[in-house]
């Protein structure tokens, strides 16, 4: 069965700095890798999506990676911003076209 | 093209009874998938419908039940309520294989 881990679990930076949030999953056999953001009680919104056959999407300040031989993937964020304050989660769509969710990182950018 | 939406936004229910909530897709969009959101448990896949079938079923006693019109919008039912049922509920959809794009989800409270 398909396990999606996010590393950190939380994460506290100060405005300006860049970071980049983990995501791990142990089957590489996927169609795509998923990133999304979710403000508090609200439902999640889409960032980046990146194919099987790719290795990164970019999105503004927003730049994902994913190396599924490794399972892994990063999202950078550059210059982050009090906005940016969220959690992320990444998703997985397995060949099963099956979505499995990683539990999230808490994002808090400090003015 | 509006977004996916999902009614009611707010229910209070008390243990025993049941609930129907209701998604409908981004037009043209065929997948509807449900998710379960609670603090402890996180982002847990509930099933999905492609074209008025059930293509996927994750791991919830058989008290839900979805089902899929022949317009794409979908409802799922839970029966039987218990305090655990408390939690946001999420529905997404997609084409194919592609990106997910989630409604602003229906938040339950069981008393």
């Known amino acids: 069965k398909q396990e999606v881990t996010q590393i950190p679990a939380a994460l506290s930076v100060p405005e300006g700095e860049n970071l980049v949030l983990n995501c791990s999953f142990t089957d590489s056999a996927i169609y795509n890798l998923q990133w999304f953001r979710q403000d508090p009680g609200k439902g999640l919104t889409s960032l980046l999506l990146?194919?099987?056959?790719?290795r990164e999407q970019t999105s503004g300040r927003l730049n994902a990676s994913l190396d599924k031989s490794s399972g892994r993937s990063t999202l950078y964020i550059a210059a982050s911003q009090p906005g940016d304050s969220a959690t992320y989660l990444c998703?997985?769509?397995?060949?099963?076209?099956?979505?499995?969710f990683g539990t999230g990182t808490s994002l808090t950018v400090i003015p | 093209k509006a977004g996916v939406t999902q009614t009611p936004r707010y229910l209070i229910k008390t243990r025993g009874q049941q609930v129907t909530l209701s998604c409908s897709p981004i037009s043209g969009h065929r997948s509807v998938s449900w998710y379960q959101q609670t603090p402890g448990q996180g982002l847990q896949f509930l099933f999905e419908?492609?074209?008025?079938?059930?293509?996927n079923k994750g791991n919830f006693p058989g008290r839900f039940s979805g089902r899929q019109f022949s317009n794409s919008r979908s409802e799922m039912n839970v029966s039987t309520l218990e305090l655990g049922d408390s939690a946001l509920y999420l529905c997404a959809s997609r084409t194919d294989q592609e990106t997910q794009y989630f409604g602003p989800g229906t938040r339950l409270l069981v008393l």
């Open positions: 998703a997985v769509l397995n060949t099963g076209n099956q979505f499995y």
């Open positions: 419908y492609f074209s008025e079938t059930q293509r």
């Open positions: 990146i194919q099987s056959s790719q």
